[in-house]
């Protein structure tokens, strides 16, 4: 019976081996796992600066000085399944099949977003919690539109300009926990009427 | 010029994100029969931008006060320390991706 392929994986695995055919691969030197040598599934190594292919900010590329890395788990022994785990593992690549229908913000932008406010030149990010993050700025923003919807109650979704005096930005921990307005100085995205 | 470059750069990938997020807009309008202002997604995306940038802040102060250069998925879960929810989001999709990994590899060496 041939290996079951895992379908929603396969997008970030594809884009993670076009990346490390795209690139030089060069051993990683901060990372505490990474793979070392090409694998099937096409997990990519460090790629630092200097790529062999030059892609532009229209293709979402990571550009030179992206640096990304894979948290390598350890080789472990694989245990057989059971048929409710393959029923399990099935009923996950649907959730996560839907999952893939809804727009997201590219992970090559978020990348590139990221590498662009790092402070630090060396900075680097494992593509796990590149990943993490783009879930996390994800539910950010579906959470802002809800929240903009639910305190709106009909029409349209608008931006009002009532406080000028709004106090700088909530950080995501306190806007999604305590459902603090959106604001930052002269700015307050609300649903609610002007 | 470096500056003026990095100033483009930046412009471009607001440009970017707006048309992303006016995507995700849109496709939010539609599931919930609203309807959302240009305003609407240029004021999201200029939050989603600053928001960007403490998170990246944040994370590169996380990973160098435990003494690494590279950003871990420890500390994108710092970062959602203080909400539980979103804590456990991230942290059920992390396990779940790390499962997935696993698997794909006891597959593959058979």
């Known amino acids: 019976m041939p290996p079951k392929a895992t379908g929603p994986g396969r997008g970030g695995r594809v884009a993670a081996s076009n990346n490390r055919t795209a690139t030089s691969n060069k051993p990683t030197t901060n990372a505490s796992r990474s793979t070392t040598a090409p694998r099937g599934r096409g997990d990519a190594s460090t790629t630092t600066g200097g790529a062999s292919r030059k892609r532009t900010i229209d293709d979402y590329a990571h550009g030179g000085r992206t640096n990304t890395v894979d948290e390598e788990e350890e080789e472990e022994e694989e245990p057989q399944q059971d048929e409710e785990e393959l029923e399990a593992v099935e009923e996950e690549e649907e959730e996560e099949e839907e999952d893939d229908d809804r727009e997201k913000i590219p992970p090559e932008l978020l990348t590139r977003i990221l590498h662009a406010c790092f402070e630090r030149e060396g900075t680097r990010i494992t593509r796990e919690a590149d990943r993490a993050v783009g879930r996390y700025v994800d539910v950010f923003v579906r959470e802002a539109i809800a929240r903009a919807a639910v305190e709106r109650g009909r029409g349209f979704l608008e931006v009002c300009f009532a406080s000028l005096f709004f106090p700088f930005p909530v950080c995501v921990g306190g806007l999604l926990g305590s459902g603090l307005r959106l604001g930052r100085p002269g700015l307050d995205v609300v649903g609610s009427a002007c | ?110």
């Open chain 2, 1 to 110: 010029m470096a500056d003026v470059d990095e100033d483009e750069v930046r412009e471009r990938l607001k440009s970017a994100l707006w048309y992303s997020i006016g995507k995700i807009v849109d496709q939010e309008s539609l599931e919930r029969n609203r309807n959302a202002t240009p305003q609407f997604i240029a004021a999201l995306t200029d939050l989603v931008w600053h928001q960007m940038e403490t998170i990246a802040t944040d994370l590169e102060s996380f990973s160098q006060h435990a003494g690494r250069t590279t950003i871990t998925t420890d500390d994108v879960l710092l970062l959602a320390r203080r909400n539980q929810d979103l804590y456990a989001l991230i942290k059920d999709g992390i396990d779940k991706e790390r499962a997935k990994r696993v698997k794909g590899k006891g597959k593959q060496r058979r």
